[in-house]
């Protein structure tokens, strides 16, 4: 997209819907993906400091312009409070955190442990268009 890499989250449908209102209302400021489905299997290299993405929605149209602020390939089990908080998705706990995301990429056929690496990325809205 006009050389961009885009980011697209969740799954298409109204998580997506959901997830990407939160980014354009400046709840959320952060993402996690799993770095051997989101990265390893589709030969994706890591985002890097001062990248510039393209948030698309559900039609893969282009709804901001979004700068990533900083790359932490984590342990699962190591992944923050404070990060889990800045994906502005309402978890109560890190637990509620981990739970969620696991049972996500569960349901993506990827089983998570302790020490899978969660490529926690920080960004900030740069515009919404």
């Known amino acids: 997209m006009n050389g961009l890499r885009v980011l697209e989250l969740g799954m298409p ?3 997506r819907t959901w ?11 952060a993402t996690a993906g799993l ?3 989101d990265y390893e299997a589709e030969n994706e290299p890591l985002e890097h400091l001062g990248e510039h993405l393209a948030l698309i929605d559900n039609t ?5 312009l ?3 602020t900083k790359v932490e390939p984590t342990p699962f089990s ?4 404070e990060f889990a908080q ?13 739970e969620a995301h696991a049972r996500y990429w569960a349901g993506l056929g990827h089983k998570v442990t302790d020490s899978s690496t969660v490529v926690c990325l920080t960004f900030r809205l ?3 268009q």
């Not at 997830?19 to 400021?29: E, F, P, W």
Request: hydrophobic share 40%; glycine share 12%.
């Open 13 to 15: 449908g109204d998580q």
């Open 19 to 29: 997830l990407t209102d939160l980014v354009l209302s400046g709840a959320k400021t």
């Open 35 to 37: 770095l051997e489905l």
């Open 60 to 64: 893969g149209t282009r709804v901001a």
């Open 66 to 68: 979004l700068e990533i």
């Open 78 to 81: 190591a992944v923050t409070w």
């Open 86 to 98: 800045s994906e502005g998705e309402g978890f109560r706990s890190i637990d509620h955190w981990r």
């Open 126 to 128: 740069l515009n919404d």
